[in-house]
């Protein structure tokens, strides 16, 4: 994990391998943003002109590197583009922060230390600043730089490895002994901590990762910062009855698991219930995945690494608020003990599901674990998953859709989502819809009508709800698995979507503000 200091120190006299300085659009050309100023003068005032000599606009995304001027430490400066100027000129978006943080610390990879001159006027600016930064900073290398066993010992070159990330990150401008900002930043370490903690999860390969495996790191978190940890094996959720989980699970060697994690704080008075969907690898099973859509099916578990993630981050900030999570662990594979398209399930509320489908199988795992949150009547439940492609038809790559039982609690979430600076749109759950699950064997079928899908898959859900619980479903198929270039603080991979929406709902709550 990339370290994180403020730092008092000017911008000329820190002593680092590169100073990061934010740049806008304006209208006749780049404009400096606040914070930039000493490195300016160590260019006689004229670093904009050099920059727009350079081809740099400021526009968002863009990072032009120059040589430092001779009154600097460093040795480059790396202007990085925050987007048109804001109205006021210390009025820039908390997300465009973040983005050209993130943009300057994947560019810096293989860098000792780095200065971040962006704007850090307020707390907020400077936990933006904080957070891009450290969640740029992010590489996935545990299966690279292994030793080449069969080069010759006497060859003169070694592979190094892969480029390790940035490895510390230095704010300046914030104010190292003011408590709002030893918060701000002691925030971010935690929760980019955990987020990267999740991206983690979802890129280790399912040959590794797997219902078991995945239940020993949460059994592990949990010790190490005071999270109750019950794990559910087969033989338990035989027993208990869970025939959503079982179903899907039933095909593979590795069997399935319900682990469930508690934070509980003595003074909270709101309970919160996160249910993720963990298909450590999903094949379709019987209903098998076609060509070209399994490679990257390891990534059907990041609900889960979401709500994982979202707990242990609350346990580490102390929230006043009590925070479940339940995650809902199963391996979808085809084999001669698969479910069949034509199975009946007996789910864990008694509801009887008819599988039309194997490969709807995250709908059948997260109604037994919404069925066992509800048992526990908290004040509202949140479930994360990968659950439709037609989400992603709808919304594309980068936005999560937002479905619930309650207009005002959906509101709140979409609100909540925008403000951390993760992209989502509020959906609708059309009454009628549902009439296309109806089954002339079970309760209901796990497949309904082909438009509107992921709708259809809210529907489903929302019968495992208890009565009387504010439940939100947040679809992630899309911005859940980068495939493309990394951009912004984004990589390629797992992304850690919806981490910061389920921590801030739960900070909220803690606050009394649950919406």
Sequence with gaps: MTALTLSTAGAATLRADALVVGVAKGVKGPVLAPGSEAVDKAFDGKLAAVLATLGATGAEGELTKLPAASGLKAPVVVAVGLGPVPDKEDAYDAEALRRAAGTAARALSGSKKAGFALPAGSVEDAAAVAEGALLGSYAFTAYQGGENKVAPKDAKSKDSGPKQPLAEVTLLGGKPRDKGYKAAVERALALVEEINRARDLINTPPNDLYPESFAAVATAAGKEHGIKVQVL???????????????????????????????????????????????????????????????????????????FAAVVTAARLGLKVNVTGWLALAENMPSGNATRPGDVLRMYSGKTVEVLNTDA?????????LTRASEEKPDAIVDVATLTGAMVLALGNR??????????????????????????????????????????TADIANMGERMGGGLVAGLFLKEFVGEGIAWAHLDIAGPAFHEGAPYGYTPKGGTGSAVRTLVRLAERTADGDLG
């Design 399 to 440: 936005t999560f859709g937002i479905m619930a039982n309650d207009d005002a609690f959906r509101t709140s979430i979409h609100e909540i989502a925008d403000e951390v600076g993760e992209a989502s749109w509020p959906m609708p759950l059309p009454a009628d819809l549902r009439k296309g699950m109806d089954s002339p």
């Design 361 to 369: 199988e995250g709908r059948l795992v997260l109604g037994d674990a």
């Design 233 to 307: 094996d087969e033989k338990a959720l035989v027993k208990g009855g869970y025939g959503g989980i079982l179903g899907v699970g039933q095909g593979s060697a590795n069997g399935p698991r319900l682990v469930k994690l508690a934070y509980t704080h003595p003074k909270a008075e709101k309970t919160l219930a996160f249910v993720g969907k963990g298909i450590t690898y999903d094949s379709g099973g019987i209903s098998l995945k076609p060509a070209g859509h399994n490679e990257t099916m390891k990534c059907d578990m990041s609900g889960a690494a979401a709500v």
